[in-house]
């Protein structure tokens, strides 16, 4: 396997327009015969599939939800960042593109993030030509806030459904070109293969999740952007579908996955409060700019917050970084909150919570002022664990929610298998090993509406094509696949269930692949996935036949492929013999407990290639150039 | 911290197979439930059971878990999404329920959503009336400057309201004459209270009002149980606005089919 990165030559600034002229075009007239396939109907899947259906490409596009308008890009909540510079504070594109270099701890391709810096711009006025309603000023034009520690205030937003107005944006485009016959919409579907013929990426294998149909789909490039893997540890604050089966098989045939071990995990969510725990609930960071971060300064000090008198509190993010104290980063807060919980002084029945506490806040500012400014978190932190935080302190604990690894992909969005084209949170790109709030729904819309239609073209052109149809071997090969595993998972007849394998699962990478990672507990996971793995596959559970809607059957496909990533995931940690970002090794930190990178070592990214269930992938490095952002540490203080 | 006291429930589940075999209700035994866990978690715990004991576990739709996606959807004692107003499904907690107490759990019931299986039915109609119109035409590439057209703040903040509508389909479980008009009124209000929605307002509500029709929901006698159903809280207002929007493009279009009657 070789890495390509294809980036354009010439300075940074004119690497995206030079590129598009010297890329090949398709006539109008010849996009008609070309078919694309898209699975996933998120921000990335829906826009690129609405975008390449005008263009006049014949689009399949695939979603195992029962609508193009739920995938979970519809739950991001704080906004989107563009370099549109309207509050004339000092923004522009090459701002946005420095930031984005060194929040991600210089572990991304400074040519990728240059355009995604430059199309931001775009982006905000094809939203708001389609109806995006978008906050505004009393003047009418379009507010901003500042996000995640931003000089500026670039980010625009719709309220607390930020996600959610640009999703229905691309699903309203999207079902226009339904009706107008560019797009045909296959919902309710999942994908369980890509189709290779001569090495090219020429269809998938789907499930239809209804009637269990395993069927073949031809077409001549095939587009994936079917999301992150956070699900790998069961608890997160992705939605309860959310999957890797889609990238991991795509996997297994040639495609390298990126630096899976980096993931994002963001402090502020709503603690487990028990066992049958289903997911977690992200509460917005904004929280920390007016409440207290403590636990009791004794280990199993069980009385109520309002009993423990202040010297018995250890505020423990301003003892530990006075300069930034509650608004230390995400990762450092979040890691700050494991330590403390580890040594028994965590809040909550069960001990993995901390406190956030407004008390102050409202002595100073008065509640008025702060129902106006976090009213609707409070309602909602309310409803869910019954605890007005008016009178008492919210518990809070880190959660999984954003994977920053994904498939390899090339300055075209291509990964490793031509034709196979990555977008979004699927794909590594733009992120680094940390990713800034307000840039997930950047990416997703620049990938789809703004990159995909230009480089697809270029491949198409390029590709020399010969039609395919689904009676070839490739395909009742790979259907046949699909349909051996099925039946292997059915007839199985073990005695645990699905959840029990994948909550398991779940327990050990966050203990040993979470918020900090050393090499002893990596080597431990890594013993132990295997033989959850091999008990999977001997003891478990699956109800049901496949000719029919079975849930726990598409449970089980899931599961059977986070038990095989999460040990590439593992190994990719245990390899980053460096912290960086939200990789955080216990043995790599300053003496302040930041994280240390070694640049001479580790700046590149870690592509893998597939060699085999339990056998070891092997890496191929794409060296990372820094010459327009200066390698240097990251500072908080 | 005390540990919560766990309550016991007798559920009444509809089971039904497929869209052409018959349902029932089946009654299922819930104890041990805490009161912190959500009527879905609850739901999980129950399937747990019943795939340990050999039984074929529910199906229901269910996603995000956060009151956003509208991919869940039950009737619970007869009441779309339960008792906590303006809440989804997936944000009910059992601590709103009496311990002890018997719980009916029924699919959503509309001739326009056929059940698929058990608790999830076919909800693509939805769909359907947003392609009959419910978009502005704006291909990729062709917008001007996002800072080019003004909008009122208030008119902004309107279609916000509007545009919160999760296409989860309670407003139709919960009318009696199954009536998709707050999902359609919605959608129609979002739109053609933006200036960017302007062209093409009388076409889609024209459109997305006969699709409507199409797919036999029934009509709206304003009974406003869709707004207390709502997850989002959509006001009906939103269904006087396209009322009114529809009977304006039907005037236009008789207007417009008239042969010329200038004085030239």
């Known amino acids: 396997m070789e890495l390509r990165s294809r980036i354009p ?60 308008r739920r995938a979970h890009s519809i739950a991001a909540q704080g906004g989107i960042n563009a370099a549109k510079n309207y509050q004339n504070d000092g923004d522009s594109v090459y701002r946005l593109f420095y930031d984005t270099v060194k929040g991600g701890d210089f572990r991304s391709r400074e040519a990728n993030v240059y355009r995604l810096a430059q199309i931001s711009v775009n982006i905000i006025d094809q939203c708001v030509a389609q109806g995006v309603p978008f906050a505004r000023e009393y003047g009418g034009l379009l507010a901003n806030r500042s996000f995640g520690g931003a000089q500026v205030s670039r980010t625009f937003y719709a309220r607390g459904q930020t996600g959610q107005q640009l999703l229905l944006g691309a699903y309203q485009a999207l079902e226009k070109e339904i009706a107008r016959g560019g797009v045909k919409m296959v919902t309710h ?45 069961y608890l997160s604050t992705n939605a309860k579908n959310s999957n890797a089966t889609a990238i991991w098989r795509a996997h297994k045939r040639g495609a390298a996955f990126a630096n899976p071990c980096f993931t994002q995990i963001h402090p502020t969510c709503i603690p487990v409060s028990g066992d049958y725990q289903s997911k977690l609930t992200l509460m917005s960071e904004s929280l920390r700019n007016d409440g207290r971060v403590w636990v009791p300064k004794k280990a199993g000090d069980k ?37 403390v919980c580890d040594e028994g002084r965590g809040v909550g029945e069960t001990g993995r919570g901390v406190y956030l506490d407004f008390a102050d806040a409202i002595r100073r500012l008065g509640e008025d002022k702060i129902r106006e400014r976090y009213g609707n978190l409070f309602e909602m932190y309310e409803r869910i664990t019954n605890e007005n935080p008016y009178r008492v302190p919210m518990r809070i604990y880190p959660a999984v929610h954003y994977t920053m690894g994904g498939l390899w992909v090339d300055y075209n969005l291509m990964s490793t298998v031509p034709g196979l084209h990555v977008l979004g949170e699927a794909n590594f790109s733009d992120h680094g090993a940390n990713r800034l709030g307000a840039s ?20 198409l052109a390029n590709a020399k094509l010969e039609k395919v149809s689904t009676d070839r071997p490739e395909f009742v090969a790979a259907k046949a696949g699909i349909e051996s595993m099925t039946k292997r998972l059915l007839g199985i007849n073990g005695k645990r269930t699905v959840d029990a394998f994948h909550r398991e699962l779940g327990a050990l990478l966050w203990e040993d692949c979470g918020m900090a990672r050393n090499a002893a507990g990596l080597q431990r996971a890594l013993a132990r996935i295997p033989e959850i793995r091999e008990e999977f596959w001997q ?36 390899h980053r013999d460096e912290s960086c970002g939200g990789h955080f090794r216990e043995e790599h930190q300053t003496p302040d407990g930041e994280a240390l990178r070694d640049d001479e070592r580790f700046a590149y990214v870690a592509a893998w290639e597939y060699c085999g269930v339990g056998n070891a992938p092997r890496l191929v490095k794409e060296p990372l150039l820094f010459e327009n952002v200066p390698l240097s540490q990251r500072s908080y203080k | 911290m005390a540990l919560s006291p766990t309550m016991r429930f007798t559920l009444r589940i509809w089971r039904q197979k497929s869209a052409d075999t018959p349902g029932k209700l089946v009654q299922y035994d819930a104890p041990d439930v805490n009161p912190d866990m959500s009527f879905l978690e609850m739901l999980d715990v129950v399937n747990e059971r019943l795939t340990e004991r050999g039984e074929e576990p529910v199906a229901f739709a269910h996603d995000c878990r956060e ?17 906590v107003r303006g809440a989804a499904t997936c944000q009910v907690h059992m601590r709103s329920f009496t311990d002890g107490q018997t719980i009916d759990i029924e699919p959503w019931r509309a001739q326009a959503f056929p059940i698929i299986k058990d ?12 392609q009959a119109g419910g978009f502005i035409s704006a291909p990729t590439g062709s917008a001007p400057d996002a800072n080019a057209i003004p909008i009122p703040k208030q008119d902004v903040d309107d279609a916000m309201d509007a545009a919160a509508c999760i296409g989860c389909g309670a407003c139709v479980a919960a009318c009696p004459n199954a009536s998709a008009s707050l999902f359609t009124a919605a959608k129609v209000s979002h739109l053609g209270l933006l200036p960017q929605g302007q062209p093409e307002r009388n076409r889609r509500v024209t459109r997305m009002v006969e699709q409507m029709d199409l797919e036999g929901f029934g009509g709206c006698t304003l009974f406003g149980e869709c707004q207390e159903a709502c997850p989002k809280l ?31």
């Not at chain 1, 997930?440 to 491949?459: C, E, N, R, S, V």
């Not at chain 2, 009906?236 to 008239?258: G, L, P, Q």
């Open chain 1, 303 to 339: 009385r109520p917050p309002g009993e423990i008198p202040e010297a018995e509190r250890d505020y423990y993010l301003e003892r530990k970084y006075p300069s930034f104290g509650n608004l230390s980063p995400r990762d450092i807060s979040s890691r700050a909150a494991k330590e």
């Open chain 2, 119 to 130: 608790l999830m039915v076919d909800r693509a109609a939805l769909d359907r009336i947003i």
């Open chain 1, 539 to 574: 003891n478990v559970n699956v109800p049901g036949s496949d000719r029919e809607l079975n849930q726990a059957l598409e449970k089980a496909g899931r599961v059977a492929d986070f038990l095989e990533f999460a040990e590439l995931m593992c190994t990719d940690a245990l």
């Open chain 2, 234 to 264: 959509i006001s009906i207002d939103v269904i006087a606005r396209m009322n009114r929007d529809y009977f304006k493009a039907t005037m236009s279009a008789r207007e417009e089919s008239k042969p010329s009657a200038g004085s030239g």
């Open chain 1, 189 to 233: 579907t999942e994908m369980l293969d890509v189709v290779l013929v001569d090495g090219k990426a020429r269809g998938i294998i789907t499930r239809d999740l209804r009637t269990g149909a395993v069927e073949a789909y031809a077409a001549d490039a095939v587009v994936l952007a079917t999301g992150g893997y956070g699900n790998a540890f």
């Open chain 1, 9 to 68: 030559s010439g300075p940074i600034e004119s690497k995206w327009d030079t590129h598009r002229f010297e890329m090949k075009l398709v006539n109008p007239a010849n996009k008609r015969k070309f078919t694309v396939i898209v699975v996933g109907t998120g921000l990335a899947g829906g826009s690129a599939a609405a975008t390449l259906s005008e263009l006049g490409y014949n689009v399949l596009c695939f979603s195992f939800h029962d609508s193009p």
């Open chain 1, 440 to 459: 997930a729904l950047m990416q997703g819309l620049a990938d789809g509406y703004f990159i995909i239609p230009y480089t697809i073209g270029d491949y």
């Open chain 2, 67 to 83: 009151g956003i996606c509208g991919t869940c959807s039950l009737m619970i004692n007869g009441v779309a999404h339960g008792p």
